[in-house]
């Protein structure tokens, strides 16, 4: 799948709830990334990582850890939301927006572990946008050899 391809199956989702299926079968909690996540191989435990949790300034701290860890010399990975322009944001490597590339290459492997789970009844629903963008981070992170990971 190329970037734009990607990024439209991605803005697809966010209407899980829309569907009766899925309605009847979406459990809010960790199942769905658990099982996802290690299809495709456990990859966000590939480096260690901190996850900043709260109501306020979230976005703010993992931006400043991130920034910290890159100036002691550690390849990092940093993942935020919401994205203001492009997608691409959430998701960054040494400081920089994930490239449209890695990007797309990151969903194809997330895609086609969510297809495969899903045909064998290992997931019962689709995972919501959130779900899948966070396991898009965990491939990207995990085939950069980051060495620290920060999530809000």
Known sequence: ?????SVRA????GRELASPQ???????GLSNIEV????LGNPHRAAPCAHIAGTNGKGSTAAMLESILRAAGLP???????HLERINERIRINGEDISDERFAAAWTRVHASIES?????KLAAHPTYF?????????AFAESGVDFAVFE
């Open 22 to 28: 899925q309605a009847h079968v979406q459990k809010f």
């Open 1 to 5: 799948m190329n970037y734009d391809e």
């Open 10 to 13: 991605l803005l697809a989702l």
């Open 131 to 139: 779900e899948c963008v966070t396991a898009l981070a965990f491939v």
């Open 76 to 82: 990092t990975g940093l993942y935020t939301s919401p």
């Open 117 to 121: 789970l899903l045909a064998t009844g």
């Open 36 to 39: 996802l996540a290690a299809d």
